[in-house]
C-alpha cells in the first residue's frame, strides 16, 4: 500500500467517525461492516458473497430507524454513509478498508 493510499485510509477513518457520532450508530455497526469486506473481498472465491451490498443497504437503514433518524432524513442519511463506506471504502479499498475501520475502532478503546 502506497503512502498516499494509506492517508485516504485514514481520511475515511475520519468520515466514517464523523457520521457515526452524526447518526448515532454503534460500535457494533462497525464490526458489521468488517463482515462486509470480508465478504467484498472474498466474491471471486464465493459468488454468494456479491449480496454484501444488500447486506450494507439493509443494516444501515435498519440502524437509521433505531437511531431514530427522522424518516424523511434517512435516505439522505443511507446515501452519505454508502458514498462513505461502500464508494469511497469497500469498493475502492477491498480489505484493505479494515485498517480505516480498525483505526476507528482502536481509538475509541479506554
Given at each position: 500500500?502506497?503512502?498516499?493510499d494509506y492517508?485516504?485510509?485514514?481520511?475515511?477513518?475520519?468520515?466514517?467517525?464523523?457520521?457515526?457520532?452524526?447518526?448515532?450508530?454503534?460500535?457494533?455497526?462497525?464490526?458489521?461492516?468488517?463482515?462486509?469486506?470480508e465478504?467484498?473481498?472474498?466474491?471471486?472465491?464465493?459468488?454468494?458473497n456479491?449480496?454484501?451490498?444488500?447486506?450494507?443497504?439493509?443494516?444501515?437503514?435498519?440502524?437509521?430507524?433505531?437511531?431514530?433518524?427522522?424518516?424523511?432524513?434517512?435516505?439522505r442519511?443511507?446515501?452519505?454513509?454508502?458514498?462513505?463506506?461502500?464508494?469511497?471504502g469497500?469498493?475502492?479499498?477491498?480489505?484493505?478498508?479494515?485498517?480505516?475501520?480498525?483505526?476507528?475502532?482502536?481509538?475509541?478503546?479506554?
Amino acid at each position: 500500500m502506497s503512502w498516499a493510499d494509506y492517508g485516504r485510509l485514514l481520511d475515511g477513518s475520519a468520515d466514517v467517525a464523523r457520521l457515526l457520532d452524526h447518526y448515532g450508530l454503534s460500535t457494533r455497526y462497525l464490526y458489521g461492516l468488517l463482515d462486509l469486506v470480508e465478504m467484498a473481498e472474498t466474491l471471486s472465491e464465493r459468488p454468494e458473497n456479491a449480496r454484501w451490498r444488500a447486506h450494507f443497504v439493509y443494516r444501515t437503514y435498519r440502524l437509521l430507524e433505531r437511531a431514530r433518524v427522522a424518516k424523511d432524513e434517512r435516505p439522505r442519511a443511507l446515501a452519505e454513509l454508502a458514498d462513505a463506506v461502500v464508494d469511497r471504502g469497500i469498493e475502492q479499498f477491498r480489505g484493505a478498508y479494515r485498517i480505516a475501520l480498525f483505526n476507528h475502532l482502536y481509538q475509541q478503546r479506554d
